[in-house]
């Protein structure tokens, strides 16, 4: 592994608090998107898809997912992100790729894996990656299966499509400092995550 990609894997993290006064700059977008439609796709499927929100449009995505009460400093942190990335998948569509000619006898009885699903976190850690890499800041979040439904209305998203979740972008707050999972919960050891040849076995 290059330095470079080490480095780039080690700053990697969530941000739970924007700076409402900066922007993110359309080229520095663009690439943030590109990242996410270069990444291997199941069958070449390519079914993964993003709905792009930005001003109005991203106080209508908070409107339809959270309550309009609701408060904590999660949200009020979360709210002054200036861009969502929706992100969405279908398993009919890689069930439409897998009944064409080429992929019928791969497909077989099922999938092997829920490859709609594997795709679009590919598609997902290649935003964050580069969200680091062009000085931006994100976080990735799920959107409550009870709001899904409205979300999809909302945005005029076609039946047969489910969300993914969402990654927030933007620059992070003045002062703003790391929050959630990771600062309490520590990296669980490689010995029990890596395995030699055998489930238990500690990898060399």
Known sequence: MSDDLAALLRRRRMVRDFDADAPVADEQLQQVLDAALATPSAGHAQVVSLVVLRGEQVEGFWRATSDPDADSAWLRGMRRAPVLVTVWT??????????????RRAAGEGFAAPWWWVDAGMSVLAMLLTVT??????????????????????????????????VALGHRAPGERAAGSGRRRPRRPRELRVHDGRWGAPAS
Not at 90 to 103: F, H, L, V
Not at 149 to 154: I, S, Y
């Open 90 to 103: 279908s398993e009919q569509g890689y069930a439409e790729r897998y009944a064409e000619a080429d992929k």
């Open 133 to 166: 890499e062009t000085g931006l800041a994100a976080c990735f979040f799920g959107v409550p299966a009870d709001r899904q439904a409205a979300l999809a209305t909302a945005l005029g998203v076609p039946d047969g499509w489910s969300s993914a979740g969402v």
